[in-house]
């Protein structure tokens, strides 16, 4: 099994940063893509930003500019920095993984807990 665990969040005013930190454990042979997903108090879950093995990058339109995201390879961990924050951004942030585990070949989607961030005005 693989699993998740994030770190960062809270409660932020309006224009400050946050950093989120989401770390893979458990029966990882590799990791393919990382990322966050974020959803609001009703509405559906949406792509905030995700990164491959390789380094290349997809961020939603709404943060593109502000955000950024890395990975450590070696710590099998996944970073978003997001600046310049707006209420709109308020949501429970979700990491997410796609991982070879070491019991088999196929590539398996998992789920972090999820972290609200909750960006004050």
């Known amino acids: 099994q693989v699993q998740l665990v994030e770190f960062g969040g809270g409660l932020v005013q309006a224009g400050r940063s946050v950093r989120l930190s989401c770390a893979a454990s458990?029966?990882?042979?590799?990791?393919?893509?990382m990322g966050w997903y974020r959803q609001a108090p009703g509405k559906q879950r949406e792509l905030v930003a995700a990164?491959?093995?390789?380094?290349?990058?997809n961020y939603a339109d709404s943060v593109k500019g502000r955000s950024t995201i890395s990975r450590d390879n070696a710590k099998n961990t996944v970073y978003l920095q997001m600046n310049s924050l707006k209420p709109e951004d308020t949501a429970v942030y979700y990491c997410?993984?796609?991982?070879?585990?070491?019991?088999?070949?196929?590539?398996?989607?998992?789920w972090g807990q999820g972290t609200q961030v909750t960006v004050s005005s």
């Open positions: 458990g029966s990882i042979f590799s990791i393919n893509t």
């Open positions: 990164i491959t093995r390789n380094g290349n990058t």
């Open positions: 997410h993984t796609v991982v070879q585990t070491t019991e088999a070949l196929s590539w398996t989607h998992y």
